[in-house]
């Protein structure tokens, strides 16, 4: 007998996820069918997306999330034993899927299914939930084929030290930008000038016009998004005419209760500028350029133009408490679970 664990996700989150939000259920596995295989996670993943999410969904589920495991049973051609995959079998210890069909009604496509893990050499395997993966592929992809910075103009990103923002600004150091970014404590705005960002800002502390008034005085050209509210109004008033925008995430605006209650009339501020403010999901470069963005960014890892932090919660057991502490800002860089 195989015994699992898996969180289970009792109701729609009211504000920010809680404690009692969550259960914990341990279940006997069952015995593997044809091209299934039995997976135990290493390192699983905690990311914001998983609160809005999750509204589109009916609980009870099991909660949402990918992982990076080990395959430890298979009757699958294509798995073998002691594989490293990643994964999208939400918060699980240990499970059985069926990789052929599994994630085929996935938002973005690249959120579900199992892939096995590309080759990062001597690095981590962790990173395959952070700079080698969805969040790195995210601000790659996000940055180069939306912002399209180009060398000597002024990049400025929101939430510049998570998991995405980080990444985000040291690409475009690589490009010859200069960089700004908003966090919101000291010790991430001194991280963030530590790995090469040319200002970094307080954003509880400071006001975000008159520091870009410092930062940027020639204007902001490109402005990768992470936060939402008052401060993206704040960037796209400083923007250059025909400044670009990539709008990635609203995490100041994810645990508004009845949704987004706050809006901000910035279309005349759009046609002005003549500003490109576009959306995107990052699964949109699902397919072939997937690999190549997870390969470009373990290069850069590898070769030390990239510097990653990671904030590593121990123990499966203490999952819910990973989430909650993104919506606190508990994490620098990316927030993981080891199991």
């Known amino acids: 007998m195989v015994l699992g664990r898996r969180w289970v996700l009792k109701h729609h989150?009211?504000?920010?996820?809680?404690?009692e939000d969550f259960?914990?259920?341990?279940?006997?596995?069952?015995?593997?069918?044809?091209?299934?295989?039995?997976f135990h996670s290493l390192y699983l993943s905690v990311d914001p997306y998983m609160r809005p999410y999750t509204a589109r969904m009916n609980p009870p589920f099991t909660m949402i999330g990918s992982s990076v495991a080990e395959v430890e049973e298979s009757r699958h051609p294509d798995f073998k034993v002691g594989q490293t995959i990643v994964l999208m079998a939400g918060w699980m210890e240990r499970g059985v899927v069926?990789?052929?069909?599994?994630g085929k009604d996935s938002p973005g496509k690249t959120l579900g299914g199992v892939m096995p893990a590309?080759?990062?050499?001597?690095?981590?395997k962790s990173l395959l939930l952070g700079a080698c993966g969805m969040p790195g592929n995210t601000a790659y992809f996000g940055l180069l084929e939306i912002c399209k910075p180009k060398a000597g103009e002024t990049v400025v990103v929101s939430g510049a030290a998570g998991a995405v923002g980080s990444l985000v600004g040291q690409i475009a150091k690589i490009k010859g930008c200069t960089v700004v970014g908003f966090a919101g404590t000291d010790d991430k705005c001194a991280w963030l000038r530590?790995?090469?960002?040319?200002?970094?800002?307080?954003?509880?502390k400071s006001d975000v016009a008159e520091s870009l008034k410092t930062a940027a005085p020639k204007g902001?050209?490109?402005?990768?998004?992470?936060?939402?509210g008052e401060m993206s109004i704040a960037v796209l008033n400083a923007m250059n005419t025909r400044g670009r925008a990539a709008i990635c995430g609203a995490i100041s605006h994810y645990n508004e209760v009845g949704g987004y209650s706050k809006t901000t009339d910035i279309l005349p501020l759009c046609i002005f500028k003549e500003l490109m403010v576009e959306g995107f999901l990052v699964g949109r470069w699902a397919g072939p350029?997937?690999?190549?963005?997870?390969k470009a960014m373990a290069g850069w890892v590898a070769g030390g133009q990239i510097k990653v932090k990671e904030t590593t919660v121990?123990?499966?057991?203490?999952?819910?408490?990973a989430l909650m502490g993104l919506f606190t800002g508990e994490n620098t860089g990316k927030m993981l679970v080891k199991a």
């Not at 259960?23 to 039995?38: G, N, S, T």
């Not at 069926?98 to 599994?102: A, F």
Request: glycine share 8%; with cysteine.
């Open 118 to 124: 590309p080759d990062l050499g001597a690095l981590s």
């Open 13 to 19: 989150f009211h504000g920010h996820p809680k404690p």
């Open 314 to 321: 121990e123990g499966f057991a203490k999952m819910p408490q």
């Open 194 to 204: 530590s790995i090469g960002f040319d200002h970094a800002f307080n954003y509880k």
């Open 220 to 228: 902001v050209d490109c402005y990768f998004d992470n936060v939402g």
């Open 98 to 102: 069926s990789p052929d069909t599994m």
């Open 289 to 294: 350029r997937w690999v190549e963005g997870i």
């Open 23 to 38: 259960e914990l259920v341990e279940e006997e596995l069952p015995a593997l069918k044809d091209r299934q295989i039995r």
